[in-house]
């Protein structure tokens, strides 16, 4: 069975949140790892709405540092330390981040953090800075970012599942395999004997393919997003303005629905998410998901706490 990605959309707002939506934040859950990609103000309540433990987050990915897409930290970090997080919490954000983190910490942590090392319940933070190309790598995925343009650091971000070769455990069960080291010697394809029977790995492999989740929020059309989101499986981008309003959107460093929906068709995605709507959509985000789609028909608009899987 292929190992899911699930995408949940904890705020689908800018910068002025609304009764329907939150500021910025989405969870990509995939095997262990739970990532947090922005944390606009009241994403742990979102958590909470979600029924989502923010105790498994293992990563946060900050695309940049504008109030609506960090507001939620403090508290979540608070939140983490009093719940007796055990893990170390890395963080990963554009240049300016590690500074951006101590003045967090340095001016809503330093009581918490005290208090964690007298009860010994303090956890570690690790926080790297990132500019361009692949920062994460790990067997089964690697995280890469690409800058952006928004008038501050900006970074997007994407999700890569790695092609492997897995095996079938439906089939292990019903061979009725024990757990031993010649499970390695299968995985590579060989025939082992177990048991007394010869057993063909390669009849027991099913090969899972890449999967790719590409995160583009704040920034202006720009051509290093088409490359970033090539063959995307799922884009997901900032969509502010209408096609209308193209010259404020460049003169503010944002993304309209047509920009958006014109990457996805360059880039040959195969679905794209619009995310980050202003507060003048809040009741008509149909405006904007009918010029997306005039680009790029497979597109939708989220309500908050929506999720996606591929």
Request: hydrophobic share 40%.
């Amino acid at each position: 069975m292929v190992e899911k990605i699930k995408v949940t959309f904890l705020g689908t707002g800018s910068a002025i949140p609304t009764a329907r939506r939150n500021h910025p934040a989405m969870l990509l859950q995939y095997r262990a790892e739970n990532i947090l990609v922005d944390c606009g103000e009241g994403t742990q309540r979102q958590f909470r709405k979600a029924h989502l433990n923010p105790c498994k987050i293992t990563k946060i990915l900050i695309t940049h540092w504008h109030g609506d897409h960090v507001l939620g930290l403090p508290g979540l970090l608070q939140t983490l330390m009093l719940n007796g997080y055990n893990k170390k919490l890395e963080i990963y954000g554009p240049k300016g981040t590690r500074q951006k983190v101590k003045e967090v910490m340095d001016v809503f942590m330093k009581w918490y953090l005290d208090l964690g090392r007298r009860s010994g319940q303090s956890f570690e933070i690790e926080v790297h800075e990132v500019s361009k190309g692949v920062f994460y790598d790990s067997d089964d995925f690697y995280i890469e970012t690409e800058e952006m343009e928004h008038g501050i650091s900006t970074a997007a971000y994407s999700f890569v599942v790695k092609e492997k070769s897995r095996l079938d455990k439906d089939k292990l069960n019903k061979l009725k395999i024990p757990n031993s080291p010649l499970i390695g010697e299968l995985v590579k394809g060989k025939i082992v004997e177990i048991n007394g029977k010869k057993v063909d790995g390669k009849k027991l492999l099913y090969k899972e393919l890449a999967r790719k989740v590409v995160f583009v929020m704040d920034t202006r059309y720009n051509e290093n997003a088409v490359r970033f989101a090539k063959d995307a499986d799922l884009l997901i981008s900032e969509a502010t303005y209408s096609a209308s309003e193209k010259d404020i959107a460049d003169e503010h460093g944002h993304m309209t629905s047509a920009g958006a929906a014109k990457i996805a068709k360059k880039a040959k995605a195969k679905a794209l998410v619009l995310i980050h709507l202003s507060q003048r959509y809040d009741a008509i985000p149909k405006v904007i998901l009918k010029e997306a789609k005039e680009i790029f028909s497979d597109t939708i608009i989220p309500e908050d706490l929506d999720s996606v899987e591929l």
